[in-house]
């Protein structure tokens, strides 16, 4: 978040400017009382539990303006002072006292303790993952030891759409949303060999057809609708990245949505 003389700006981490899909969140940077300001944050909403829902985030930028917050964790600049070379907890102590309770704007507050251990508590509570960094170390763009960013992962059911080898490179298998076939991306084969051969023999003797709108793969290989794949991915994402298949199965109900 960008609070100078031209008003309030929302970018993406990756650049893109998204002031128009939060222009409620806009209006409650004035609260934060800056001339101008630098905030590092996230943009969340919170499902029944009071917890960070990704899942639903889409549909609240497009339709629930009012359920969105922006939990802010970082302060890099502040009425043209840069704050980018005082230690962490300096900069978090200066933002926490800008921000007022109650509002669509929150601190995010810290969690201490022994990391693997809260890791854990935040993987049974369904949520995406945690970022632990150095009370002492200074704001650097890009990827640093002073910060790890810890992920969590969920294992789900897809449909098993197709397989793609190629002699000498990792097999992975293509995968679809139950229910929708919508196409979400590959899946390493992380197999055992007697479990490989058996998907390599299922595949090769019932072949099929590329489900429509899948674009077209080199060395892949369709199968017929009735194979259902049990897939590890990280949480929090639309697509499956860092996602290994771990088992699969045949579908008696025979369709992929």
Request: proline content about 4%; overall charge neutral.
């Amino acid at each position: 978040m960008i609070i100078d003389e031209d008003g309030t700006r929302i970018y993406t981490r990756n650049g893109h400017d998204w002031t128009a899909k939060y222009r409620d969140l806009v209006g409650e940077a004035k609260s934060l009382g800056a001339e101008s300001a630098i905030v590092d944050g996230e943009i969340i909403v919170l499902n029944e539990a009071g917890l960070s829902d990704f899942g639903d985030l889409r549909k609240a930028i497009t339709r629930r303006q009012q359920d969105l917050y922006f939990v802010a964790f970082d302060l890099l600049h502040l009425n043209g002072h840069d704050l980018r070379d005082m230690a962490l907890e300096v900069r978090r102590e200066i933002l926490a006292s800008m921000i007022k309770p109650g509002r669509r704007i929150q601190f995010s507050e810290p969690l201490p303790g022994e990391a693997k251990a809260i890791l854990h508590l935040l993987d049974q509570a369904g949520l995406e993952g945690m970022v632990s960094k150095r009370k002492d170390s200074k704001y650097r763009s890009g990827p640093s030891a002073n910060w790890l960013k810890a992920k969590c992962y969920a294992i789900d059911e897809f449909d098993l759409l197709g397989v793609e080898r190629e002699a000498g490179k990792p097999a992975f298998a293509l995968m679809a949303e139950r229910g929708t076939g919508r196409y979400v991306g590959s899946a390493f084969v992380t197999l055992n060999r007697e479990m490989r051969e058996r998907l390599w023999k299922r595949v090769q003797e019932h072949p099929g057809t590329a489900p429509k709108g899948v674009m077209k793969r080199p060395a892949t290989q369709w199968v017929k609708p009735g194979l259902i794949g049990r897939v590890k991915h990280l949480r929090g994402e639309d697509d499956l990245r860092h996602a290994s298949l771990q088992d699969f199965r045949e579908d008696d109900t025979d369709g992929r949505g």
